[in-house]
């Protein structure tokens, strides 16, 4: 960084941070939020999809769910290793909240964070059964991947670098459950269910992505942390998901 540019000018115009010890205080708190939000939408997640393995209709398709829940954990972890260097107690962290708890089916929670954790909304809701994990899935992957195309650009680099390594994972947790979804749909039960499933889940995966106008994302754009409003986001992912449903015969 120059001397003389103002730090907020030098993450604007692209510029790097690469330690705990070169970062500002105002930017620290921003970061860590960022890195909490997603650490806990993981563990919230994957803890959540783990109650849903044992209604997998076969062998393949538990092996598939068993996968996501354990490299969502993962993901977790390696980002909870960089938030260790900010003085985080990673070990405590993992554990501090119950990360299997939900709210009622018929909660209406918006976009606003419940609890204790920073878990994405969408995650404070219950799974119910293998059809509607699997169109939760279908859903939620797809806005991960959308999401984290827009969080490979943060300025902080080991982040930045830990979540290029994650995003083409999270991009084959959300093949998986498109090719499930395919078979669930190939008879009238399971459309009729998977129908009823996104009925429930598009509006609160859409919310997932925030209000649109956010103050706050003028604040993580001067720091680097965030590039592309939450609208732009939100209207990637429906063009994405919209294709998947019609091709599928479920929008």
């Known amino acids: 960084m120059s001397e003389t540019m103002p730090i907020e000018q030098y993450l604007q115009e692209g510029g ?19 890195m909490a939000s997603f650490v806990d939408s993981e563990l919230a997640g994957s803890a959540g999809f783990a109650d849903i393995i044992n209604d997998a209709p076969g062998i393949q398709e538990r092996i598939s769910a ?3 829940v354990l490299e969502k954990t993962d993901h977790a972890g390696q980002v909870l290793k960089i ?23 018929d909660a209406d929670i918006g976009a606003v ?4 954790d920073m878990r994405l909304s969408v995650f404070h809701y219950p799974l119910e059964g ?27 680099q080991p982040l930045a670098e830990t979540f290029r390594a994650i995003l083409p994972r999270e991009r084959r947790h959300a093949e998986l459950g498109t090719a499930g979804l395919g078979r669930i749909v190939a008879d009238d039960e399971g459309r009729a269910k998977a129908r009823a499933s996104v009925a429930y889940w598009y509006p609160r995966v859409a ?13 993580l754009s001067r720091f680097g942390l965030r590039h592309q409003p939450n609208e732009t986001l939100l209207a990637e992912w429906r063009a994405d998901v919209d294709a998947q449903l019609s091709a599928l015969g479920l929008n």
């Open 113 to 116: 964070r419940q609890g204790g």
């Open 207 to 219: 919310a997932s992505f925030g209000h649109a106008g956010s103050a706050r994302f003028e604040t």
């Open 16 to 34: 790097m941070l690469s330690s705990p010890d070169n970062v500002p205080p105002r930017y620290r708190g921003e970061l860590l939020r960022l």
């Open 66 to 68: 068993a996968r996501i």
């Open 130 to 156: 293998w059809v509607d994990a699997v169109v939760m899935n279908v859903l939620m992957g797809a806005a991960s991947v959308v999401q984290l195309k827009e969080l490979v650009r943060v300025s902080y």
């Open 83 to 105: 938030m260790e260097t900010f003085g985080v107690d990673g070990e405590r962290y993992a554990v501090h909240h119950p990360w299997a708890a939900r709210l009622a089916r």
